[in-house]
């Protein structure tokens, strides 16, 4: 293999394929990317098992040469030190020569001999059938992710919540994502869907979180391809196979109350500020208590703690109580985090009893997005 | 005691003291920061025993009142949480008031009651005599402590090696550090300090750090104040007090070689690039050897790895060598930062032998510094 390129390109692809690497792989090549080179393209590829990334770079921009190819070829170099050596090479253009599995990077006077690895023992990435594919606007799934995976369970507890359940039913896409003490679900029509397409996935919380990194912008379209295991994300020049997680999700709907005692609307802004404030005597509490008392459309939020102090901080609310004063008690992060997820100017907040679930939603509806949060039972 | 003060007056000397403030201090209370109002000042106190700094804020700048006092007092706050009370407080006047060794603070509708520490645990200050004291400008302080103190030892080592060395003759302030495989020393001539005027004083690296980042952009002069065992910094607002480390520094001038075998001139920046570039491939390594070869005014600089590969680069420079070669193993680090430290357009190298200390300085000698490194044995 032996190629000329343009410095900034090889780095953008490089840096990009190098997130999804796990520093400490039991498979040492995995360590590695992989460069293959042939048709007037090179390809960069790395994988850490569960997720793998292939990302492009054409010979040709319009009629900008990137690469020039005097040798087609494969090589797997070693991520983390070759990175640097182009970062820091002193030239625009950099040319890459393979001899055996030694890499030799040439810019300028500057001359490096990486060690690399047997682009034979590197695996194969497997192929999907492309059956069944889905296309959504890349903005639309980075919001989706946002909204959801925040409520995915830590690891080592049970490995189907710490992924979001993305399904599809008469046009409907749901996402669906809880820790067993707080929910978030997200739901959106996609008019273009055939009624009859449906699925049931566990996409795991580290591919999502990865690919959200890299769809940040979101102006593109991303398209997927699904089968039972595993699905595969194209988007602009990069495609992304991940491995799902298997098993049933739990039913969740049922745990959404449809009755409630009281609501509030607030000032989204307003809410997580004071939420943030009151809970900065409860945060390093196990539990994270902060106390919400709804009365004559004021909310009083507070909090205590043994070693630090307390506080208490009123907000002025909407609320549908008139006599009654209602008390509940929450994590002030689990609250925060799905006022920050909600995103609205406007929230209400929905309680059913002051033992049971709540839910927090756009106080305008403007999304289908429902967070719930159990209580905390502080007797 | 009871105040009213600006919320961004009182952040930023929060902000000041707490950095000095050793998190896993074995003395609780030297977790908090002592709060002292009294004739129109507000006093913030904090200190990791060695170094312990006075933040004061007037009531008044100029005409205008950043403190409303209502009741002078004093009182110990912890630190960490705070801050962060303050910093999200959403007003901007903050009001601070203390029951017992409880301080209330309310900001619009917030109310934080904060466990604070009896401030008559807090201890005294030591009081220094203003006998002796040197003036200097911020900006030739803070250079002075860049320029040595990264060849300070690191800790675990020789405890006199762990500070600068700073002595004062005939107006001559020297700064020396090592950790006895490099050296930096750094002279300037005061021409208003009296002939007589002496001392020979070792700042602990702490200390030096801590100021290097409170005088930053060095615009106003410090006044110096020391003893035999501690000296006290006067800058703006702030008192610093500094136990020294006691003992006789070793006396370094003999190292210092004054006939050489071979020197050459390079810019300043190409060679720290080449440098920065090679020694990718020897960073690892225990010892991060380069090898530099002068020969027929080139330069080459290379490393070899056993597991990563290895790199070579030439730049131009200007060298007094002829028909010779002159060769030299070093550490990669060691040079980079000898460089980075001299900050000069054009640096001179100067050789005395291949198994003996080598000079880093400025080629023009614009500036009194000597970065000293010893070679690396490679047989």
């Known amino acids: 293999m032996k190629f000329t390129i343009e410095k900034s390109n090889f780095l953008a692809g490089l840096n990009h394929v190098a997130r999804v690497i796990a520093p400490n792989s039991l498979f040492e090549i995995l360590k590695g990317i992989k460069l293959e080179l042939n048709e007037n393209v090179l390809v960069l590829k790395a994988s850490d098992s569960l997720v793998s990334v292939e ?26 030190n070759f990175i640097e050596i182009i970062r820091k090479a002193p030239t625009n253009l950099i040319e890459i020569e393979t001899i055996d599995n030694n890499i030799l990077v040439k810019s300028g006077k500057s001359e490096f001999n990486v060690k690399g690895y047997d682009a034979n023992e590197y695996p194969e990435f497997p192929v999907i059938s492309k059956e069944h594919s889905l296309t959504l606007d890349g903005k639309v799934f980075n919001d989706i992710i946002k909204e959801t995976v925040f409520c995915t369970a830590p690891n080592d507890q049970r490995p189907i919540l710490e992924g979001v359940n993305f399904t599809l039913n008469n046009k409907v896409l749901t996402a669906t994502a809880t820790d067993s003490y707080r929910l978030s679900r997200r739901q959106i029509t996609l008019e273009e869907v055939a009624d009859d397409k449906e699925f049931n996935l566990i996409i795991p919380r580290k591919a999502l979180t990865y690919f959200q990194r890299m769809i940040e912008e979101g102006k593109d379209q991303v398209e997927i391809f699904y089968e039972n295991n595993r699905i595969v994300l194209y988007y602009q020049n990069v495609v992304y196979t991940v491995l799902l997680i298997s098993g049933n999700y739990p039913n969740t709907n049922k745990l959404i109350p449809t009755v409630f005692e009281c ?41 205590q703690s043994k070693d630090l102090g307390s506080a208490v901080e009123e907000i002025k609310v909407e609320s549908t109580l008139e006599e009654d004063v209602f008390e509940i008690s929450v994590s002030g992060r689990y609250l925060k985090e799905a006022i920050y997820a909600i995103a609205s100017e406007e929230i209400i907040v929905k309680f059913s009893g002051e033992l049971t679930a709540f839910i927090v939603q756009p106080a305008d509806y403007h999304r289908d997005i429902i967070e719930l949060i159990l209580p905390v039972r502080t007797y």
């Open 55 to 80: 990302f492009s770079i054409d010979a040709y921009d319009d009629d900008k040469e990137i690469i020039t190819i005097e040798e087609e070829g494969q090589v797997v170099l070693p991520s983390r």
């Open 263 to 303: 609501t509030f609307v607030s000032n989204g802004r307003e809410l997580f500020d004071a939420v943030d404030r009151v809970s900065l005597m409860s945060r390093e509490d196990k539990d994270d208590i902060i106390k919400l008392i709804v009365k004559d459309n004021m909310l009083e939020i507070s909090s």
